[in-house]
């Protein structure tokens, strides 16, 4: 079973409210939006693509500390933690407690800033093997985080 739950992100305007991502834990992977494609051949001569995640390893993450639910990033939120991106894409913040913070991923072709929500530090919670967080930081108009519970 997968469950899915993926929400936009907007980039707030005088006008616009923050749309806060619910993503609990920050322990995630970053990852391509236009996935891996290989075409293999099966026996009976016929070939078959397959699609593959396509992790952004080494990208740039950031992690900011929002100052209120309407506070736009990063000017002047509180710099928490940065981290570089495994080869899966993965990266782990630890020892933060739960609120709102901006997620400021730096890749090869561009920036993306994620508002996220989340609870406090788990260890379990980040290390159970039947959730998936991930963040699509090329997504298009903008960022995407997706919460995979299988």
């Given amino acids: 079973m997968l469950l899915m739950a993926s929400v936009g992100n907007a980039r707030a305007s005088e006008n616009e409210a923050i749309?806060?991502?619910?993503?609990?834990?920050?322990?995630a992977s970053v990852v391509n939006v236009v996935p891996i494609?290989?075409?293999?051949?099966?026996?009976n001569g016929?070939?078959?693509?397959?699609l593959h995640s396509n992790p952004?390893?080494?990208?740039?993450?950031?992690?900011?500390?929002?100052?209120s639910q309407s506070a736009v990033c990063c000017g002047v939120a509180a710099k928490m933690a940065e981290i570089v991106t495994?080869?899966?894409?993965?990266?782990r913040f630890a020892d933060y407690v739960g609120g709102y913070y901006w997620l400021v991923v730096q890749f090869k072709?561009?920036?993306a800033?994620?508002?996220v929500k989340v609870d406090t530090y788990d260890k379990h919670a980040c290390e159970a093997p039947n959730v998936q967080r991930i963040i699509f930081a090329d997504?298009?108009?903008?960022?995407?985080?997706?919460?995979?519970i299988i």
């Fill in 19 to 27: 749309q806060w991502q619910q993503i609990h834990q920050l322990c």
């Fill in 37 to 43: 494609k290989k075409v293999i051949l099966r026996p």
């Fill in 46 to 50: 016929k070939s078959e693509t397959l």
């Fill in 56 to 67: 952004m390893k080494g990208a740039k993450v950031t992690l900011y500390r929002a100052e």
């Fill in 86 to 91: 495994d080869r899966h894409g993965g990266f």
């Fill in 109 to 111: 072709d561009g920036e």
């Fill in 113 to 115: 800033k994620a508002p």
């Fill in 139 to 148: 997504a298009s108009p903008k960022p995407r985080v997706e919460v995979r």
